[in-house]
Each structure stands twice: as C-alpha cells, then as structure tokens.
C-alpha cells in the first residue's frame, strides 16, 4: 500500500520560512517524479514544484521561483519542500504527489498524471 505522509506545515508570519516534508512507503521511489501542489481557500488546486526522478532536474511554478526550493533523498524516500520569504497568498493546504514514471528523466508533472497524493498539510502565513 502506498503512503505519502506530508508534515511541516504550521503557521508562519509574512517573509517566515517552512520546511515540509512527504515521507513515501510502498512505491519504488526512486523511479518516480515528486512534487507539491496546493490548494488555496475558495481555489482549484495548482501545481507548485516538481523533481525528477534523480534530482537533477526541477520545474517550479513563477509564483514561487525564488523563494521555494525542493529536494529529495532517494536513499530515505523523503522529498522536501523549502519554503522562504512566505506572503499571505502561500497560504494553502500542501499536498506531496508522486508519478510513477520509471522511463522519464525529466521534471514535468501534471497533477491529471499523478499517482498517488498525500492527505495535505496545511500552512497560514499570516501576521
């Protein structure tokens, strides 16, 4: 059975970090593409980071170039999320997906594609 468990999230003053974490088990880690999404109050749920199988390759969305910056480490089945210089309209639930793609180098990940999703963990920036 595949888990992905999200923690880290909290709340955060504007221009405050966070770092969440998803934790896999069950899947075969290293042969598939990691990412965040988040869904905002009121709003569709929208794609924030990806990674490709490796690490070597990453996508982000503009709203977050910059300011956010994701990892994994394949040898504990943990991808991370580095969350800097937080605004009020990062306020979300985070959801970890994970896409089973054992042939892909690359770091696309749309969330039609997506596997499996974690249960979300939420996070307030907010004064």
């Known amino acids: 059975q595949v888990q992905l468990v999200e923690s880290g999230g909290g709340l955060v003053q504007p221009g405050g970090s966070l770092r969440l974490s998803c934790a896999a088990s069950?899947?075969?880690?290293?042969?598939?593409?990691m990412g965040w999404f988040r869904q905002a109050p009121g709003k569709e749920r929208e794609f924030v980071v990806a990674i490709s199988r490796r690490g070597d390759s990453t996508n982000y969305a503009d709203s977050v170039k910059g300011r956010f910056t994701i990892s994994r480490d394949n040898a504990k089945n943990t991808v991370d999320l580095q969350m800097n210089t937080l605004e009020p309209e990062d306020t979300a639930v985070y959801y970890c997906?994970?896409?089973?793609?054992?042939?892909?180098?690359?770091?696309?990940?749309?969330?039609?594609?997506?596997?499996?999703w974690g249960k979300g963990t939420l996070v307030t920036v907010s004064s």
């Open positions: 997906a994970l896409d089973q793609r054992p042939n892909y180098s690359g770091s696309f990940l749309n969330q039609n594609r997506v596997d499996y």
């Open positions: 069950g899947v075969t880690f290293s042969s598939a593409v």
